[in-house]
């Protein structure tokens, strides 16, 4: 049974910094896209940033390019987002996903993902 639990969501400050976790059971870890995504109250569901734990390319959108950094450790069977310079705007429910057995593309969308996490909350606030 596929599961991804995410952990490291909490509130942080303007221009501070969150890790978010992302640990997954239940398939082989590897050589599968991996990704964060986000709704903020009223908006759909935005793609964050992609990773490939086959050879590690990864993809970010625009809004957090430079900012966020996509990470994954193959032996722990977890993928890390790494957010700094947050900004208001960020403030959104996160999940992590995954797509089995392929690479990833950035035209990817929240519906080629076939498993979901439950999400974890980030609030950015002064």
């Known amino acids: 049974q596929v599961q991804l639990a995410e952990s490291g969501g909490g509130s942080g400050q303007p221009g501070g910094s969150l890790r978010l976790s992302c640990a997954a059971s239940?398939?082989?870890?590897?050589?599968?896209?991996m990704g964060w995504f986000r709704r903020a109250p009223g908006k759909e569901r935005e793609g964050v940033a992609m990773i490939y734990t086959g050879d590690g390319t990864t993809y970010y959108a625009d809004s957090v390019k430079g900012r966020f950094t996509i990470s994954r450790d193959n032996v722990k069977n977890t993928v890390y987002l790494q957010m700094n310079s947050l900004k208001p705007e960020d403030t959104a429910m996160y999940y992590c996903?995954?797509?089995?057995?392929?690479?990833?593309?950035?035209?990817?969308?929240?519906?080629?993902?076939?498993?979901w996490g439950q999400g974890t909350q980030v609030t950015v606030s002064s």
């Open positions: 996903a995954a797509r089995l057995g392929t690479g990833c593309s950035g035209e990817y969308g929240p519906q080629n993902f076939h498993y």
């Open positions: 239940g398939y082989s870890f590897s050589r599968n896209c």
